[in-house]
């Protein structure tokens, strides 16, 4: 039981990083920083998988990345990226996974607490992403901001406006594989109606 329950978390990982990829190939170029999906799937893999697969979901991302295969934002691929102008962005995307997914295993399914999950967490991708920005182009922080977060908040509270949908619809889908999945933790009184 716990090998086929560690099975199907891995697989959903695996789905979840596919979809990041996916996600990638959906951009439109506008400057150094694309517009594109990826954030969405990001933030989904945190509401459904918690902390720990949503943090490996995109772990396993960022490694098929950096081995080449063309799974970054226009198809690419390569550690360059990770260097590059949104190689911040990048590594962005692996902590808001982890703390969006830590927020949503104590959210217990509540509305609130997972729109939060996934403003903190585009909140974390911007500070790494404009971070990174503005160091490795020397631009001052008010025109990195201008080019590397502004311009998409409009886009990325639509994606969050999509995500938690998602989230809620493929949940119970899914339930069994994490505390979170059924929106409700389990109480250590016993008692589920909390």
Same mark, same amino acid.
């Given at each position: 039981?716990?090998?086929?329950?560690?099975?199907?978390r891995?697989?959903?990982?695996?789905m979840?990083a596919?979809?990041?990829?996916?996600?990638?190939?959906?951009?439109i170029p506008?400057?150094?920083v694309?517009?594109?999906?990826?954030?969405?799937?990001?933030?989904?893999?945190?509401?459904?998988?918690?902390s720990?697969?949503?943090?490996?979901s995109?772990?396993v991302?960022?490694?098929a990345?950096?081995?080449?295969?063309p799974?970054?934002?226009g198809? @690419?691929? /390569?550690i360059?990226? %990770?260097?590059?102008p *949104? =190689?911040?962005? !990048?590594?962005?995307?692996? &902590?808001?996974?982890y703390?969006v997914?830590?927020?949503?295993e104590?959210?217990?399914?509540?509305f609130?607490?997972?729109?939060?999950?996934?403003v903190?967490?585009?909140?974390?991708?911007? @500070?790494? /992403?404009?971070a990174? %920005?503005?160091?490795? *182009? =020397?631009?001052? !922080?008010?025109?990195?901001? &201008?080019i590397?977060?502004?311009?998409?908040?409009?886009?990325?509270v639509?994606?969050?406006?999509?995500?938690?949908?998602?989230?809620r619809t493929v949940?119970?889908?899914?339930q069994?594989l994490?505390p979170n999945?059924?929106?409700?933790l389990?109480?250590?009184?016993?008692?589920?109606?909390?």
């Amino acid at each position: 039981m716990n090998d086929d329950l560690s099975i199907r978390r891995l697989v959903f990982a695996a789905m979840m990083a596919a979809m990041i990829s996916v996600g990638a190939y959906l951009a439109i170029p506008i400057g150094p920083v694309p517009i594109v999906l990826q954030n969405l799937f990001v933030l989904v893999a945190g509401l459904l998988l918690g902390s720990r697969w949503a943090a490996i979901s995109v772990g396993v991302y960022l490694l098929a990345g950096v081995c080449g295969l063309p799974v970054f934002a226009g198809g @690419t691929g /390569g550690i360059g990226r %990770l260097i590059g102008p *949104t =190689g911040g962005y !990048l590594f962005g995307f692996l &902590a808001a996974a982890y703390l969006v997914g830590l927020i949503a295993e104590r959210a217990r399914g509540r509305f609130f607490w997972e729109v939060l999950a996934m403003v903190i967490g585009s909140i974390v991708i911007y @500070t790494f /992403g404009v971070a990174w %920005l503005k160091l490795i *182009t =020397g631009m001052t !922080l008010s025109k990195t901001m &201008a080019i590397g977060c502004y311009p998409f908040i409009p886009g990325d509270v639509i994606k969050m406006a999509v995500a938690l949908p998602i989230a809620r619809t493929v949940r119970p889908m899914i339930q069994g594989l994490s505390p979170n999945f059924s929106g409700r933790l389990p109480c250590k009184t016993g008692n589920t109606d909390n």
